[in-house]
């Protein structure tokens, strides 16, 4: 039944497994059950409001996003509660006016003292009260003030004395992903909810609430041991799992409840590769396997229901080609692969591949797979 429905629809495309997806909200949901901390759901990686939905049950409802289309788009189906959780451009702050005037419960997040000399000034041009979360840098990763830096409670003081709200402090530990071991993302759970933690502290000893301690990532969500003083944990990859989480070890590659479905469009039988129809357009052009243990190419290639093809990997892409070929540069046997053979894709970053296409297809067993539309943009 599957099968024959999933032959109707135009390749590539990108499926989600409805099971598996709700197997990895389970798992995540039953972590922070027992850390006793609500999640902030990160939505950037699904962009659907029903995906969105099934990760928010049992929390607080708030969520996090990373561009104002996720904003507006959710904001539109009920969400009032974002925190937009990328270092505010100051050219945005005018949409974000515009935004709290409507209604929208929209939080920021700056670490610059001259990002938050616009807010102060923003402010009192538009004559609105913004909400500003601090952000922590735990581990040299990317962005955020360190949390013994002198400019941290200046910041947090100028902000204040502007009229903007200061609701707390946010970290995430992107360095999570580089992880060698379990006990380093571990270690590094804990120096993410040090952070955050030590970074309140400072602003509460100024006299300010700081009531918002908000934390995560999914590795480091998923094996943090405890999470005292953190007040919500922010994941969003989870929900699909991908390649890069399986070689980190924080799922298993049986987990990954996303693909892209292709077809073979022919051969190269001189290096006993396959085409297909899936490029870096329907991948991306996600590397993040290529630092792990197993480098997995553009993405690792299982049979039209998931099922285990050895160590078959897209080596190359093109932007509508992918080349398949042993991952140990064996050749594959080109019978085992006729022109219009359809095959799935495990990507190596859920966000990045998904980002690529407008739509998913929801797969469950003996159901027409139903379509879900994606918010795309800025
Ligand atoms: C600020 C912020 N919070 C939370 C997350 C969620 O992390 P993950 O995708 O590992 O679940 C991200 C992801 O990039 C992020 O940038």
Redesign the pocket.
Known sequence: MLTDSLSGLPTPCLLVDAEKMQANIQAMNAQLGRLDVPLRP?L??CKNIEIAQAMLAGHPGGV?V?TLAEADYFFSHGIQDLLY??GIAPGKLTAVAQRLEAGMNISI?LDQEATAEAVVKAARQHGCRYRVLL?IDADGA?AGFKADAATLPDTALKLDAGGVEVAGI?V?A?G??ACCSQQAIIDMAETERRSAVTAAERLRSLGLACPEV?I??????LRATALAGVTEV?????VFQDLV?AGLGVCSESDIALSVMTEVIGHRPATGEVLVDAGWMALSRDRGTASQRRDRGYGLVRDLHGGDLGELIVRATNQEHGIVSQADGGKVDLADFPVGRRLRILPNHA?ATAAQHTHFWLTLPDAVPRRLERCMGW
């Open positions: 990160h950037k990686t996090t990373s959780a990328v997040i952000e990317r946010m995430h992107g999570s992903y908000s995560g990532s999914t590795p480091t969500a922010r994941a969003g990859v989870y989480m966000c």
